[in-house]
Nanobody, 119 residues
Framework: QVQLQESGPGLVKPSQTLSLTCTVS??????????WTWIRQPPGKGLEWIGY???????HYTPSLKSRTYISRDTSKNQFTLQLSSVTPEDTAVYYC???????????WGKGSLVTVSS
């Protein structure tokens, strides 16, 4: 059973960088054809796909956030990390890490981590 757990600060100040780590257990982030994804949901709004780091290490980001987003990984710890720079209050959201497998879609999700951007 694959499990994902987000961790990181719950409060970030405007203009700073938001950083969240997803720790994966029960499966390797280098296993073929899995895409380790970040998604967020602002209060009262729908889900927004942020980007992924693939099993190969390649990355892809949504165009609207691409200039501020960086996703990396630490294979020795089986973790992947989201960094979102120059945050504003509009970046306040619950952030989820997920596994997106080609065959089954987003089949595993973390519980989510609320990040509030406020001074």
């Amino acid at each position: 059973q694959v499990q994902l757990q987000e961790s990181g600060p719950g409060l970030v100040k405007p203009s700073q960088t938001l950083s969240l780590t997803c720790t994966v257990s029960g499966g390797s982030i280098t296993t073929n054809y899995n895409y380790w994804t970040w998604i967020r949901q602002p209060p009262g709004k729908g889900l927004e796909w942020i980007g992924y780091i693939a099993y190969s290490g390649s990355t892809h980001y949504t165009p609207s956030l691409k200039s501020r987003t960086y996703i990396s990984r630490d294979t020795s710890k089986n973790q992947f990390t989201l960094q979102l720079s120059s945050v504003t209050p509009e970046d306040t959201a619950v952030y989820y890490c997920t596994r997106d497998s080609l065959a089954l879609g987003m089949d595993y999700w973390g519980k989510g981590s609320l990040v509030t951007v406020s001074s």
